[in-house]
T-cell receptor, first 115, second 113 residues
Framework: GAVVSQHPSWVICKSGTSVKIECRSLDFQATTMFWYRQFPKQSLMLMATSNEGSKATYEQGVEKDKFLINHASLTLSTLTVTSAHPEDSSFYIC???????????FGPGTRLTVT | KNQVEQSPQSLIILEGKNCTLQCNYTVSPFSNLRWYKQDTGRGPVSLTIMTFSENTKSNGRYTATLDADTKQSSLHITASQLSDSASYICVVSPSGGSYIPTFGRGTSLIVHP
């Protein structure tokens, strides 16, 4: 079945550094991918919509210069957390729409801890 | 404003018992409603997806219902197992446009032996 992968699954970084998270659709092409952030015991919050070949659309309150999104191909979107701070520590999840199957698949998530 | 409300917020049941989770939504125009199961520290996994014309859909011990007129859905879990302990999220997608879904806050289910 369709699978969406994320890499890395967890990462620990120092405050002030940047971290890149990859999201891949493994057996389908995704013109649109979504990036979510989830804090403990809370629901997923949409950060941005990633569109292949064009700029991402960010939700209100999400800093586009801090969370850089690049959707370079139909199977890969990346989220870069720049100058990370401890408050950026969270669970980041991507999803991709398989329009052929009419399904939305989620990646397994990336746990980011900023020390 | 599109909203998805889930209840209860949390639920504790004994293994083997049944339970029902509720989802009310205001998303319009409506395309589909999905129920996801999310284990702690994992990404959500799809349980069911229903479109406007579907009233009931089952996936093993999970049965989802949809009343598009009242904009309500329920997820019924039969003969619960310890592995059912997770967060269950209701997600409603609009038709047309950007296809951005609206997430409920989820119901946290704990199944005790």
């Amino acid at each position: 079945g369709a699978v969406v992968s994320q890499h890395p699954s967890w990462v620990i970084c120092k405050s002030g550094t940047s971290v890149k998270i990859e999201c891949r659709s493994l057996d389908f092409q995704a013109t649109t991918m979504f990036w979510y952030r989830q804090f403990p015991k809370q629901s997923l919050m949409l950060m941005a919509t990633s569109n292949e070949g064009s700029k991402a659309t960010y939700e209100q309150g999400v800093e586009k210069d801090k969370f850089l999104i690049n959707h370079a191909s139909l199977t890969l979107s990346t989220l870069t957390v720049t100058s990370a701070h401890p408050e950026d520590s969270s669970f980041y999840i991507c999803s991709a729409n398989d329009r052929g199957r009419g399904e939305q698949y989620f990646g397994p998530g990336t746990r980011l801890t900023v020390t | 404003k599109n909203q998805v409300e889930q209840s209860p917020q949390s639920l504790i049941i004994l293994e083997g018992k049944n339970c029902t989770l509720q989802c009310n939504y205001t998303v319009s125009p409506f395309s589909n409603l999905r129920w996801y199961k999310q284990d702690t520290g994992r990404g959500p996994v799809s349980l069911t997806i229903m479109t406007f014309s579907e009233n009931t859909k089952s996936n093993g011990r999970y049965t989802a219902t949809l009343d598009a007129d009242t904009k309500q859905s329920s997820l019924h879990i039969t003969a619960s197992q310890l592995s059912d302990s997770a967060s269950y999220i209701c997600v409603v997608s609009p038709s047309g446009g950007s296809y951005i879904p609206t997430f409920g806050r989820g119901t946290s289910l704990i199944v005790h032996p």
